[in-house]
């Protein structure tokens, strides 16, 4: 009888169905492209199976071999931890039902394995409670993202593979030298024992080991500047693959990096710094986000843009702007990846990535373009839509932190905005009244590639209807997730 | 201590390869370079001169004696991501000369901006 | 009865939604349920008529109650708002016909009214910026409706507005770090205990906000396209109505979070109001001003209705801006009165487009004879617009006038006069170059409008004349804001004004019947002569020469070039290109600065060397990074 | 006894009409030279209650000054027709009458009242300011008698008029 | 009630007398000025009774017909606001600003008239008389205020009162009532503001196609108007009067003082016209309303 509620299965279980896959490949490639969808249902039924323990006990913690923490691997779910690996999951899922019909090129089972291992490596990032297992998980997640990006084998997606591949191997390294650092430091590598035993150190002593593991992180997690393989590597992959990365990889990355600051460094004086890079980050992703013609590098670029955005929530360092951290989070990763589904779909009729061929589909495509919209109006922040209150919160968030010239960054904040406006109506201004280009034949995508996002497309439009759950949810993890001696309790609680 | 330094300049080195070197191959080397850096400074983190293995059975070792065995185990995963990383590379590379005919990344600039 | 006012909000948004799903049946059913629904609003709006309701709480958010509160000032712009929505969403039955996208114009039209219905009955900032934020982006995408040049105006509109939105959300998020609650009353309470600096910059912050939709200068650049290319009904939704709603934002600000003795206390410099109304009284006034000036030189009908209402709602603001009750009922009524004549017009000018598919003034002229039904709601329109008397204009102009002269605000009362004498000019221009004149052969063969789209101008124009001549029945709703405000009312009957405290007196029904006899005894001398004959057209005084069918015997392009050449070099720069060159730069320099992503590894690597030096360069400095 | 009325009725309307005739100034030839003449302070036609008017809807005198050519012809008809009524025309110098020193020419109508009734002529080339008032006083003798009925005898003989200036103007 | 009667019947036949005296009297002695013997004194009344007696008309259309009734009915009705010596009339029921525009609606119904006559050239007087009141409008609305301002009401028959005993708002702010003559001069359309009806560059601009009763109308109405404007003048600077002797007396000497100006001045071009009243007029009036406004 399986343990259900058991964390350790969110990764055992695709991994053992990679393994699978590569059993059954010999004898039928088409065959595994059924299972991604399987092993990431198993793994959403899992999470949800998940919420109610989480939420009665804050965190649960898995352990392997039996030995309690802090001595051997061990997996610590909490709230911020199990909803990214719901919206993982949930993403997986939808994006590996889209690749069902989406992904015609070969070879179709490395493509279904890299994909399950993107997944297992990110559903891994945000459960893992121990550092080194943290680089595994990164690794995992890098390796099968660099195999995916370069998938289609043409020259663009070769050569952003390339770069993304470079920048992220020294990414890992970087990362590792941070963990070993602590590792040095502490004689630890559980994240609540470091947490623990990093006490006795300085500020400055901490810095170290800190900018190490913020800077490897940060490729990852698309950190102005070192988040220039991004604009690249996104639109390059597969539109499937482009809606993980876009959705829910880069965030896993941040959310790796909120849990070494809050958790690991309680650091909260670096803040400013944070917030500078983040501030950038905003600044330089929505700037040339306007400038784009390409739909996907377009979209890419406001990834960066909204990373930024939520970033700078957290980096805000109060309850509040972790709060609005998660919601624009959640926003985030539901839009995008839905906005990139479509993106896929659209291209698939139009054949080109171009903005301007993208004129008048919206009256032949009405299904997509209709979504395309919503998840542009949640991302931009309109109401009633999930992004209005998320947006809001971190207004509130912002002008609640008064370290700064406050009223400065709100303006930045919200000039921003007004540019992703900006480019997000243009882009839907053509759509649906542009001139349709003459001798175009263009009908809606096959129905396999419009459910996904139709599915996504009505979660956004839930959340959109009843937001007030989600929002006292999200309360609940920002305090849970600023109380770092809850989470250190409860992992260490044991000895 | 030399061998954090030696770790460090060989990470170092790494970086000038992959900033400053135009061929592919010798920025994967430079790429090499930076995870073997690495996995020595793990390596030489965990190790205590003149110890030995950290066998808690054997009688007669006393811990203090003892190598730290994680960062051994650490080492042995990252050789063999850094492996995996390097042969993705390596394939990138292979095809990269294929769709241009060439090793020199100036070539390589179809995207940007 | 609490509930209902849930069922109020809440009746257009289910009208939206029954009238596209109804319009995937049939045509019809979708129509049924627009105007069913619409008129349902208005119905249900009439048992609030003299019941306000305080508190009515719709849920909570980040710890503030979002209320609902429904008070006669709520009650005035919500009549406004379904009136003039209802009589749009009749307009438009006819006037869209056999465009495509219909059920989702609808949709949107119905969404637009529950927004905005939403606004006036908001009782707190939250969900008054909820509200504002839907009726934004929902009115973009009426505005783009109205074909291939209306996208770019929507475009200029939704980034305007998206501006003025984040302006107020700024301002919000302010207040709400300090009290965490949103609710009016206890904002106030804030305001009125914080410090002058930062109750300026909330101020300042709301005012942008609402100017931009109130369309008041500098921040009405996108109002002279958006309602010039959007389809006729929606440009009278937007100048009826949207701008009303800007306009009550700014009473909210004024009178509910504000109030005068605060704004007094704000800037204590020796103006005849207070500094920072008396500032908003003069934007108000160079609304007016200039934008009647710019009225006169256009030659599209639509744009001279469009800065016609830039000027028009300069009143309202002035009038709210005075701070006495006069000047907040006279402010408060000419936004009543702007929305029946400016969406009058604006449905008697889409009638034109609609029968003739032009706007172009030049190219019209001598509708009277083929659509004598527009063309009264015309008249009665601009008369009103033009503020003479008998009208509904009038009413209120004068209202503002007196308030002025009331307060001493001279200079103010100089440019109201002004403005008021510059919009016979464009007024005149407009019926003239449409209804007067020649009447073009293309047009020989054109009809009245169908009866559905005379609705709504029958309506209006009685509109004009029962609040011109009775103001007593709009006085009846703003008094009883003013007592609910804690503003004393000013002495009025059904007639007009008693007058006293500085103030003239005004009786319309004297002026009216008056004029009335004058008429008479004019028709008497006139019945007196030789019977007329009617001639045509052609047959006209041109010095001797005979004009033909061919000949364009007609004066309308360039009516007032004459004017122009008077008041044009003043008008070479405007606001409109201090933006676009403020938009220029920025793209400019935006297009630099994405060059940092130079698409070469070797930089990308260095980025990180970078990071890496910088931090540890931090930590060499003592790792205070701050 | 009601006849009488309105006779005399008619009669007071005559003398007080009379007393105001507005002219248009409409000028065909050289005729016109010696209107402003007449407007002077030395000849002040004014006194008579003769003032200039511009638009053939105001005017009561139709003044044909000069020689009438055929294309002129045209413009005098449609101004005529636009004149409301009483009406008078008043032939100007002798070219009006039979056709004066154009006589023999193709493009000039010899007789005007061929083609519009003329009341009165004033003979001359040119007639002097003072002819020209003689004219006027003249005029208003006619008018004062119900003499002066061109207008009527436009309208009954409509036909003949037409027929004449279809003759010449097609 | 009988008075009232009375007065009803009675003010218009007298503004219309003292009208069509004055526009008598402006031909006469324009006239004289010209060194002309000049047409007879009643010379407008027998003009108005030919034009009304005109045996046919024609007609464009209602509006066109209903331009001229528009406009001597907004005359009729704008007389009952101004009062004469001893009556106060209606100004209780408009006070000077409600004026201003209650004497727009004739120009208004004029012009839709004259529109509707669908010839340029009485498109074209319209634009100018409409500019023109745009140009004249700016001085007169800051002379109006000064007045306003300096007897503390805006009532027209108080402001009359308040000038009782000689101190006549022309000695007390003898700037403002320059610019108001000036106005005044301007709104009567005499030379060089006749630019409206200029009858050699628009063929008498809005009455190009009126004629018979229309016109008649339109002189009757131009009687009233001129003893509109003057009787204006006369309350607003020149105290009123306590009777009407004494008012046409003033009027009388007002209306001298135009016609003597009119007769002996050419024509201004529209925009010189606009920029004129802008320039001058307006800066005058405005150091008046200053002086005001610093005096109390």
């Not at chain 3, 105007?35 to 508190?55: A, Q, R």
């Not at chain 3, 005075?322 to 000047?327: A, Y």
Request: glycine share 10%; charged share 15%; hydrophobic share 50%.
């Amino acid at each position: 009888m399986v343990n259900l509620t058991n964390p350790i299965l969110l990764i055992a279980v695709p991994l053992f169905f990679v393994f699978l896959a590569a059993v059954i490949a010999p004898f039928s490639k088409r065959a595994t492209k059924y299972l991604p969808p399987v092993a990431f249902l198993i793994n959403l039924i899992i999470t949800l199976y998940l919420i109610p323990q989480v939420a009665e006990k804050g965190v649960i913690v898995a352990t392997t071999a039996g030995i309690k923490p802090p001595f051997a691997i061990n997996i610590a779910v909490d709230g911020l931890g199990l909803s990214l690996a719901i919206i993982a999951s949930l993403l997986g899922l939808i994006a590996s039902l889209y690749n069902l019909k989406y992904i015609t090129e070969e070879p179709q089972d490395k493509f279904n394995m890299l994909f399950l291992l993107l997944g297992t490596g990110i559903t891994w990032m945000v459960i893992t409670g121990d550092m080194f297992n943290l680089f595994v998980a990164f690794e995992v997640t890098s390796i099968s993202a660099f195999g995916l990006v370069g998938f289609l084998r043409d020259k663009d997606s070769i050569e952003a593979g390339f770069k993304y591949l470079v920048m992220g191997s020294i990414g890992a390294s970087l990362l590792l030298i941070g963990v070993v650092m602590l590792y040095a430091a502490t004689g630890t590598l559980n994240m609540a024992d470091i947490a623990e035993k990093i006490a006795r150190f300085s500020f400055r002593q901490k810095l170290l080991p800190y900018s190490f593991i913020f800077t490897g992180l940060g490729i990852e997690g698309a950190l102005f500047p070192l988040n220039a393989w991004l604009p690249d590597a996104h639109p390059a992959a597969p539109s499937s693959v482009s809606s993980i990365l876009s959705g829910i990889m880069t965030t896993a990355a941040i959310y790796a990096i909120i849990r070494a600051t809050v958790t690991v460094f309680n650091y909260s004086a670096i803040t400013p710094f944070i917030l500078l890079i983040a501030l950038l980050t905003l600044v330089f992703g929505e700037t040339s986000a306007f400038f784009q013609k390409d739909i996907k590098r377009m979209l890419a670029y406001s990834t960066i843009g909204q990373t930024g955005f939520f970033f700078f929530a957290f980096s805000l360092g109060s309850v509040q702007g972790m709060q609005g951290a998660f919601m624009q989070i959640l926003n985030h990763s539901l839009s995008k990846a839905m906005l990139f589904l479509i993106a896929g779909a659209m291209i698939t009729q139009v054949h080109s990535r171009n903005i301007d061929d993208f004129s008048g589909i919206g009256k032949k495509m009405k299904i997509s373009s209709v979504f395309f919209a919503i998840g542009a109006f949640s991302l931009m922040g309109l109401p009633p839509f999930f992004g209005f209150w998320s947006k809001l919160t971190i207004i509130f968030a912002t002008l609640a932190y008064t370290n700064f010239y406050t009223i400065t960054l709100v303006v930045i904040l919200l000039f921003m905005s007004v540019i992703e406006g900006a480019y997000f109506f243009r882009v839907m201004q053509s759509m649906f009244f542009g001139k349709l280009k003459e001798g175009t034949e263009i009908k809606e995508a096959s129905p396999g590639l419009v459910v996904p996002f139709v599915i996504l497309g009505i979660v956004i439009l839930t959340l959109a209807i009843y937001p007030t759950p989600i929002i006292a949810v999200s309360k609940k993890i920002a305090v849970q997730l600023i109380h770092r001696a809850v989470y250190i309790n409860a992992v260490l609680g044991g000895l | 201590m030399i061998f954090y330094v030696g770790a460090f300049i060989l990470i170092a080195v790494g970086l000038y390869a992959i900033i400053i070197k135009k061929n592919l191959v010798k920025i994967i080397i430079g790429l090499d370079l930076i995870s073997s850096g690495t996995n020595l400074l793990i390596v030489s983190i965990g190790y205590v001169k003149g110890g030995t293995a950290p066998i808690f059975s054997h009688p007669g070792i006393l811990p203090q004696m003892m190598v730290d065995p994680v960062p051994q185990a650490l080492t042995l995963t990252a050789i063999v991501i850094g492996a995996s990383e390097l042969a993705l590379a390596a394939a990138f590379v292979a095809i990269l000369y294929k769709h241009y005919g060439t090793l020199d990344i100036r070539k390589v600039r179809g995207l940007k901006w | 009865m609490n509930m209902s006012l849930m069922v109020l909000l809440l009746t257009p948004f289910t009208g939206g939604i029954l009238s596209y799903l109804g319009g995937k049946i049939h045509r019809s059913v979708r129509y049924t349920f627009a105007i069913l629904f619409s008129s349902l609003t208005l119905v249900e709006l009439f048992f609030y008529y003299n019941k306000p309701v305080n508190h009515f709480v719709l849920g909570k958010m980040f710890g503030s109650v979002m209320i609902l509160q429904i008070n006669p000032i709520s009650w005035l712009f919500a009549f406004i708002v379904t009136t003039i929505s209802l009589l749009a969403i009749i307009f438009s039955v006819n006037d869209m016909e056999g465009r495509g996208g219909l059920d989702f114009y609808y949709f949107e039209l119905m969404v637009v009214e529950g927004a905005m219905l939403g606004i006036t009955l908001a009782g707190d900032l939250l969900t008054f910026f909820l509200f504002w934020e839907i009726m934004s982006w929902t009115s973009y995408l009426l505005i783009i409706q109205g074909g291939n040049k209306s996208i770019k105006a929507g475009y200029k509109y939704i980034i305007m507005s998206i501006i003025g939105a984040n302006s107020m959300l700024i301002a919000i998020a302010m207040i709400y770090g300090k009290i965490h609650t949103l609710v009016f009353r206890n904002v106030a309470m804030l305001l009125a205990a914080s410090p002058h600096g930062f109750d300026i910059a909330i101020f300042v912050l709301f005012a942008i906000g609402f100017f931009v939709e109130a369309a008041v200068m500098p921040l009405h650049t996108w109002v002279s396209d958006a309602y010039s290319e959007a389809p006729s009904s929606v440009s009278s939704v937007l100048s009826g109505v949207l701008e009303k709603i800007g306009a009550y934002g700014l009473f909210v600000l004024l009178y509910a979070l504000f109030g005068v003795s605060l704004l007094g206390k704000l800037m204590p410099l020796r103006f005849p109001s207070p500094t920072i109304m008396y500032t908003i009284g003069w934007f108000a006034g160079i609304s007016i001003v200039v934008s009647t000036f710019l009225a006169i030189l256009q030659e599209d009908a639509k744009k001279l209705l469009a800065y016609s209402s830039i000027s028009q709602i300069g009143y309202v603001v002035l009038g709210i801006s005075i701070g006495t009750s006069l000047g907040v009922a006279g402010g408060l009524f000419h936004a009543l009165n702007h929305a029946i004549f400016k969406s009058l017009l604006f449905f008697t000018i889409g009638a034109v487009i609609y029968r003739t598919g032009t706007r172009n003034l030049s190219e019209l002229g001598g509708l009277i004879k083929k659509m004598p039904v527009t063309f009264t709601g015309t008249l009665f329109g601009i008369i009103a617009l033009a503020g003479v008397p008998p009208l509904n204009g009038f009413v209120s102009k004068w209202m503002i006038y007196e308030a002025l002269l009331q307060k001493k605000e001279v200079f103010l009362l100089i440019l109201a006069l002004i403005g008021s004498t510059g919009s016979f000019l464009y007024v005149y221009r407009l019926i003239h170059s449409t209804f007067l004149g020649q009447l073009p052969e293309k047009f020989k063969d054109v009809k009245e409008v169908p009866f559905l789209m005379q609705i709504p101008i029958w309506l209006l124009s009685l509109g004009t004349i029962v609040f011109g001549i009775w103001p007593g029945l709009a006085m009846n709703v703003i008094a009883r804001g003013e007592k609910f405000f804690g503003i004393t009312p000013i002495k009025y009957n059904l007639y007009g004004f008693p007058g006293g405290n500085g103030m003239g007196s005004l009786k319309m029904i004297n002026i009216s019947s008056v004029f009335i006899a004058g008429l008479i005894v004019a028709y008497i001398i006139f019945a007196l002569g030789a019977k007329t004959h009617r001639i045509s057209q052609y047959d006209n005084y041109a010095a001797g020469q005979v004009v033909t069918k061919d000949t364009k015997y007609n004066y309308s392009y360039g009516f007032y070039m004459f004017f122009g050449r008077v008041v044009n070099p003043v008008f070479k720069w405007s606001a409109d290109k201090i933006y676009l060159a403020w938009a220029r730069s920025a793209n400019v320099f935006g297009d630099y600065m994405r060059r940092i992503y130079t698409g070469n590894l070797e930089t990308y690597s260095s980025y990180i060397v970078v990071i890496i030096s910088l931090v540890g360069f931090l930590i060499l400095l003592g790792g205070k990074i701050w | 006894m009601e006849k009488m009325t309105e006779q005399q009725f008619r009669t007071i309307g005559n003398m007080l009409r009379k007393r105001s005739l507005w002219m248009l100034h409409y000028c065909t030839g050289c005729g016109s030279m010696e209107l402003p003449a007449v407007g002077t302070s030395r000849y002040d036609m004014e006194r008579f209650g003769v003032v200039p008017y511009i638009t053939p809807r105001q005017a009561d005198i139709l003044l044909v000054t000069g020689y009438v050519n055929t294309k002129t012809l045209r413009r005098i008809v449609t101004v005529y027709e636009q004149m409301l009524d009483p009406k008078y025309v008043v032939g100007f110098g002798s070219c009006p009458i039979n056709g004066g020193v154009y006589w023999d020419s193709y493009a000039v109508i010899k007789q005007l009242d061929r083609y519009i009734p003329v009341d009165l002529y004033i003979a001359g080339c040119m007639p002097r300011p003072e002819a020209i008032i003689t004219g006027f006083m003249h005029l208003m003798e006619l008018i004062d008698k119900g003499k002066a009925t061109g207008y009527k005898r436009y309208k009954e003989n409509l036909e003949y008029y037409k027929e004449n200036q279809r003759k010449v103007l097609e | 009630m009988v008075k009232n009667i009375l007065i009803a019947i009675g003010l218009p036949l007298l503004a219309f007398g003292i009208g069509i005296s004055f526009m008598g009297f402006k031909r006469k002695i324009g006239a004289r000025i010209q060194r002309r013997y000049g047409p007879p004194f009643h010379q407008p009344l027998l003009d108005i009774i030919k034009l009304l007696s005109k045996k046919s008309d024609i007609s464009h259309g209602i509006i066109y017909d209903l331009g001229p009734m528009i406009a001597l009915g907004a005359s009729i009705l704008t007389i009952f606001f101004i009062p004469i010596p001893g009556l106060k009339l209606l100004t209780g029921s408009a006070d000077v600003i409600a004026l201003l525009y209650i004497m727009v609606i004739g120009s208004l119904g004029m012009g839709l008239g004259a529109g509707e006559s669908a010839n340029p050239n009485s498109s074209i007087g319209i634009a100018r008389a409409l500019t023109l009141m745009f140009g004249y409008d700016l001085p007169f609305v800051i002379v109006i205020i000064s007045v306003l301002l300096k007897y503390h009401t805006t009532n027209l028959y108080a402001i009359t009162q308040a000038q009782a005993g000689g101190h006549w708002a022309m000695w007390v702010l003898p700037l403002s009532a320059i610019v108001g003559f000036i106005v005044i001069y301007g709104a009567m359309g005499e030379h060089p503001f006749d630019v409206v009806t200029a009858p050699h560059e628009v063929a008498t601009g809005p009455m190009a196609e009126y004629g018979g009763k229309h016109l008649g109308l339109l002189f009757i109405d131009h009687a009233f108007h001129v003893y509109i404007e003057l009787a204006l003048f006369v309350d607003l600077f020149m105290g009123g009067a306590s009777n009407i002797g004494w008012f046409y007396v003033k009027m009388f000497v007002l209306f001298l003082i135009i016609v003597f100006f009119d007769e002996v001045l050419p024509r201004f071009r529209i925009d010189d016209a606009v920029r004129f009243y802008w320039r001058w007029p307006t800066i005058i009036a405005l150091t008046s309303l200053i002086i005001v406004l610093i005096g109390g």
